[in-house]
T-cell receptor, first 113, second 113 residues
């Protein structure tokens, strides 16, 4: 157990739907990062939050949004889902704002049918 | 445009021998490099890192070498063990205060007993 908890582990939904992925960071970590891993692709950085504020943005689609709550857990919202959104979504956390030494969760596998 | 490339999708090595995983990068702004290991159904776990001011970093059986002029790094595992069988991701970040990691697509290492 890495200490980073992601729920649900698996999610199957239809095109056009909206889903919410949840991440609880490791105790004491203020930064949360979201990454997407599509088939045969490396992990693509989506977005980072630090202590409730958006800190950095990567290749995140406008249909996707995220937030970090006062208790530091984070949610990634994916809307108007398309088949191509099917992927593994990883959350990671770290103690500070630097992106080094992440601890990853085990991921949420999203399948859009 | 892939800024971090792992050109070998897979590698098979006999137990006890050396495993060498390679990674090339194109962005000259990258100054910190990391290797992550990933088992099935788990998130990536941090393995070893190297700053651009060094050309070698060692941690037990794992050594990372950095050749800045060639924009190339490699991970050596000696001796290789069956438990090392996993997908290895190379990642890089650019500059102090950088919050995102750019990952390669990964190399699947199989260590044969």
């Amino acid at each position: 157990d890495s200490g980073v908890t992601q729920t649900p582990k698996h999610l199957i939904t239809a095109t056009g739907q909206r889903v919410t992925l949840r991440c609880s960071p490791r105790s004491g970590d203020l930064s949360v990062y979201w990454y997407q891993q599509s088939l045969d692709q490396g992990l693509q950085f989506l977005i980072q939050y630090y202590n409730g504020e958006e800190r950095a943005k990567g290749n995140i689609l406008e249909r996707f949004s995220a937030q970090q709550f006062p208790d530091l857990h984070s949610e990634l919202n994916l809307s108007s889902l398309e088949l191509g959104d099917s992927a593994l979504y990883f959350c990671a956390s770290s103690a500070g704002g630097q992106g080094l030494g992440y601890t990853f969760g085990s991921g949420t596998r999203l399948t859009v049918v | 445009d892939q800024q971090v490339k792992q050109n070998s999708p897979s590698l098979s090595v006999q137990e006890g021998r050396i495993s060498i995983l390679n990674c090339d990068y194109t962005n000259s702004m990258f100054d910190y490099f990391l290797w992550y290991k990933k088992y099935p159904a788990e998130g990536p776990t941090f393995l070893i890192s190297i700053s651009s001011i060094k050309d070698k970093n060692e941690d037990g059986r794992f050594t990372v070498f950095l050749n800045k002029s060639a924009k190339h790094l490699s991970l050596h595992i000696v001796p290789s063990q069956p438990g090392d069988s996993a997908v290895y991701f190379c990642a890089a970040s650019a500059g102090a205060g950088s919050y995102q990691l750019t990952f390669g697509k990964g190399t699947k290492l199989s260590v044969i007993p």
